[in-house]
């Protein structure tokens, strides 16, 4: 098949239902595709997503991480933000922010996420219908990381229905109004409180940002706020998305699910096989700073990239029978946190949260049927995932 015939849009209704199928025909047979609908290249095989990955001279991060219409840049949009930057600023930033992320301050939290885990569980309804999302994997990931940040936990339906307008808004249909707006509405909720960290600190990462310097200097408002509303909704719609597809995973493979509960000690490599087998954050983009022949396709330089992590993981060349689920298959090249220096900063988070609540669920309920008819698909091109999904 030609590079003509294959449409492929990651904004499509059937490719947001399941990208599989194409994401196959994509490495089969276009490995370097230009999306006319993402105005991007598509790279989907392992070995090219892995490359552009561990090449940020050549593939930058610097003109933003989304697929965005010619001449749009999205680092206008948006104030600065970590994950939209090069060395050598990111690596001062990235020095930074890891500070907040030792694994000493990491492992620190795990009490508080077995305490957080038990209520939410405490709360699901005996029998019926419970909705996943908003009864569990949505509040986890977003109590943790307001707790982390030290913005009240009440809030979070707040900033929860920000950070998913943000990440549901297309930007290559130029439809930056909704998520534009939340970006705005939460530069503002969080700028109160960097005014009142500044005046009063507390043991709290948005503290420490606030006192943070970078060579004698201290981050400007402007790269404040971008890292807070960074640090949200990466912290937590990317979480919430692994427990809602690991919920419908683990429905779909009763076997696994059993294997699982009997054997709560398999459940962290289950977690980097789920990573891979449906991953959270399908693709993210780069901007290529010089011209490139890949696949036999002239790429130039300023053209923008959409590197498919989520087909990546599908490839049977790094994965045999990479359609296969299997929980005994020990993935670790996945790249559902991505590699190189943009690698996942809250990879041990997403970890340690993800094994607790798959462990405390599996030893509450054995089995489980998820209701696929009525779940909701979140809208987004990057994140993949449910904003509602019932279990019973
Ligand atoms: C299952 C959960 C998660 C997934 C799948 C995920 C995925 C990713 C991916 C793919 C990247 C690479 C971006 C790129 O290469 O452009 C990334 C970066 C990042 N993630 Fe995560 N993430 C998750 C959870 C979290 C959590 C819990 C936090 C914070 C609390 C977080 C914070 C970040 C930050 C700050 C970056 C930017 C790092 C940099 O640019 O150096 N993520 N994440």
């Not at 249909?173 to 969080?190: I, K, Q, S, T």
Request: with cysteine; glycine share 6%; proline share 7%.
């Amino acid at each position: 098949m030609s590079n003509q015939q294959l449409t492929y849009s990651p904004f499509d209704p059937k490719v947001i239902a399941d990208p599989y199928p194409v994401y196959r025909e994509l490495r089969d047979n276009a490995p370097a595709y230009w999306s006319p609908d993402a105005s991007s290249w598509v790279l989907s095989r392992y070995d090219g997503v892995s490359a552009a990955l561990t090449d940020p001279a050549t593939y930058s991060s610097a003109s933003g991480i989304f697929p965005t219409p010619p001449g749009v840049d999205m680092t206008e949009l948006f104030l600065p933000m970590l994950i939209m930057s090069d060395t050598p600023r990111h690596t001062q930033l990235r020095h930074l922010v890891s500070k907040a992320f030792t694994p000493r301050r990491i492992a620190g939290l795990e009490a508080g996420i077995h305490t957080l885990v038990d209520d939410l569980l405490d709360q699901a309804p005996e029998s019926g219908p419970w909705d996943f999302v908003s009864g569990f994997a949505g509040p986890l990931p977003a109590i943790v990381i307001a707790d982390m940040l030290g913005v009240p936990r009440e809030d979070r339906d707040q900033f929860r229905t920000w950070s998913t307008t943000l990440i549901q808004s297309n930007p290559t249909r130029g439809e930056f109004g909704p998520g534009l707006d939340a970006a705005a509405a939460l530069y503002e909720y969080f700028a109160a409180f960097l005014t009142e960290r500044r005046a009063q600190p507390r043991d709290d990462l948005m503290t420490a940002l606030v006192h943070a310097e970078v060579d004698g200097e201290h981050l400007s408002e402007d790269e404040l706020l971008g890292f807070c509303l960074l640090l949200l909704v990466a912290g937590h719609e990317t979480t919430t998305n692994l427990l809602s597809n690991s919920a419908v995973i683990l429905a779909q493979h009763p076997d696994s699910r059993r294997q699982l509960a009997d054997n709560p000690h398999l459940v962290p490599t289950a977690v980097e096989e789920l990573l891979r087998y449906d991953s959270p954050v399908q693709g993210l983009a780069r901007t290529l700073t010089r011209h490139l022949d890949l696949h036999g396709q002239r790429m130039k330089a300023d053209d923008t990239v959409l590197l498919l992590f989520g087909s990546a993981n599908r490839d049977d060349h790094a994965f045999p029978n990479a359609d296969h689920f299997d929980i005994n298959r020990h993935p670790e090249r996945q790249v559902a946190f991505g590699r190189g220096i943009h690698f996942c900063l809250g990879a041990s988070l997403a970890r340690l949260e993800a094994r607790i609540a798959l462990q405390a669920l599996l030893a509450r309920r054995r089995d489980w049927d998820v209701d696929l008819d009525s779940a909701l698909r979140l809208r987004s091109g990057p994140i993949r995932g449910y904003s509602s999904l019932a279990l019973q």
